[in-house]
């Protein structure tokens, strides 16, 4: 299975396909702190949310939540540039292999999960169809309990044929 055709299935797929498995996920990541000398002085442990397997081809998974970038910032012109947002790292497994590792953006004080886009300055923001849809997708399994395409469309965001990845 080439990549392109991977991405591809998950973003047709209906959140109903996926099995959602919470924390503890065993998808570790380990970031040592070290000071002016080069000595550790702290050892942080974070790990992805949820784990979601996809039930029609469990060799599919992905893996949502580890934090990429705690303090993201969107450029300040921008309408969401002002509240709180965050990256988060999605993991696209096949076999229990990292095939693609995604970023989506947390914003609006974590109110919902949108693509992260090439540029915040564009007006409007153009988004490839599939990614879109791969963040829709995380949002409605896995991000908070409100309406994705609100936020994307308040955002700037139009979907538009492009390849993605």
């Not at 702190?33 to 949310?49: A, C, I, P, T």
Request: proline residues 7%.
């Amino acid at each position: 299975m080439r990549l392109d055709q991977y991405l591809a299935l998950i973003g047709d797929s209906k959140p109903e396909d996926w099995r959602i498995i919470t924390r503890p996920t065993f998808k570790h990541h380990f970031a040592r702190s070290v000071d002016d000398k080069g000595e550790e002085v702290s050892l942080e442990v974070d790990e992805h949310r949820v784990i979601l397997s996809f039930a029609a081809n469990l060799r599919i998974t992905l893996a949502y939540g580890l934090v990429s970038e705690p303090s993201y910032r969107i450029d300040a012109q921008h309408k969401l540039g002002a509240l709180n947002a965050r990256s988060e790292f999605v993991d696209c497994f096949y076999d229990n292999k990292l095939v693609h590792r995604e970023t989506v953006v947390r914003v609006a004080r974590q109110r919902c999960v949108l693509p992260e886009p090439a540029d915040w300055t564009e007006t409007p923001i153009k988004v490839p169809k599939r990614k879109a849809r791969f963040a829709r997708l995380i949002h409605v399994l896995a991000g908070p309990p409100t309406e994705f395409d609100d936020y994307f469309n308040e955002a700037g965001m139009v979907e538009v044929e492009a390849p993605w990845p």
